[in-house]
């Protein structure tokens, strides 16, 4: 191969190294291995591996920057789907109000029932990865909890803030542990 | 309906279906990538450019659909063989089926214009 060819071939697989920079650098790599890969079989099984041939190869392969935005596009459709369902969002809160209700104005047997039945309904409907689920589980009884004994020992007016702060607070945590992700 | 939604609509079944004739061209026999890219892009209307075949090809492994070995070749560097698993099996045949009653539903209605 002559030194130009040398130099597209170079020059390409930079510009999809750049055009990659937002996956996770295991695939990066991958994928620019695979091109890499693909151009020297391409070459290999070209009439005689010079300069136009390079050319044709690349030419084929098509844009890098259309290339990596498929390796990237197909996951990043798929993580908006949970952000869609608001129904599904507004659910937490809702469940922890009734939970909240119940426990206030019905009793603490009751409360528990409703919790846990809370907590079973938000493990299977809610569409949120297993560590944010984890918080629900781990949240919402303990504070929750927290609020039932501080009603049951007289501290009345505390009880709906603790409860509300928990609702709340389970939002605000998975709302920043989503962003951080 | 635009106009230019009937090329974004084919833009998305191809996208949907284009997997599965990946899987398709494994079925009898194990291929290395420049061979099924080049087989696909012989085919008009399946391939923009060669190169996007390699994402689609490693959400394949990772899905566990197709499986990778290493084998020389007597011309050039050794090539990366691509070949269904079980799974891969399973999944090309539910789609083959799926696909003849859509084909069929959608030829049904929409092929009555032209064959006339």
């Known amino acids: 191969m002559t030194t130009t060819a040398h130099e597209l071939i170079d020059a390409y697989l930079r510009r999809l190294d750049a055009a990659a920079a937002g996956l996770p650098p295991a695939r990066r790599a991958e994928l620019i291995l695979e091109i890499r890969e693909h151009i020297s079989v391409a070459l290999a099984e070209s009439p005689d591996q010079g300069e136009p041939d390079v050319r044709t190869v690349l030419a084929r392969l098509g844009d890098p920057e259309h290339i990596a935005r498929e390796a990237g596009g197909a996951d990043a459709t798929a993580a908006p789907a949970g952000e869609q369902l608001s129904a599904r969002r507004v659910l937490p809160g809702l469940a922890g109000a009734l939970v909240l209700a119940l426990l206030v104005l019905i009793g603490e047997v009751v409360g528990w029932v409703a919790l846990l039945i809370a907590v079973v309904l938000g493990w299977t409907l809610l569409r949120w990865p297993l560590r944010q689920k984890l918080l629900i589980v781990v949240i919402w009884p303990v504070g929750l909890g927290l609020a039932a004994s501080a009603y049951a020992g007289g501290g009345e007016p505390i009880a709906p803030v603790v409860a509300l702060a928990v609702v709340v607070g389970t939002f605000v945590v998975v709302h920043m542990d989503r962003k951080a992700a | ?116």
């Open chain 2, 1 to 116: 309906m635009v106009p230019g939604d009937a090329s974004n609509l084919v833009t998305q079944m191809r996208r949907g279906a284009l997997p599965y004739c990946v899987l398709a061209l494994l079925r009898d026999e194990e291929r290395y990538g420049v061979e099924l890219v080049r087989l696909l892009a012989a085919v008009d209307g399946m391939v923009t450019s060669e190169g996007t075949l390699y994402p689609l090809l490693s959400r394949l492994r990772r899905q566990g659909l197709v499986e990778t070995t290493w084998r020389e070749s007597t011309s050039g560097p050794p090539r990366r063989y691509h070949k269904l698993t079980a799974e891969g099996g399973r999944a090309l045949d539910v789609f083959a089926a799926e696909w003849a009653r859509f084909r069929d539903g959608v030829e049904h209605f929409v092929g009555k214009e032209t064959s006339r």
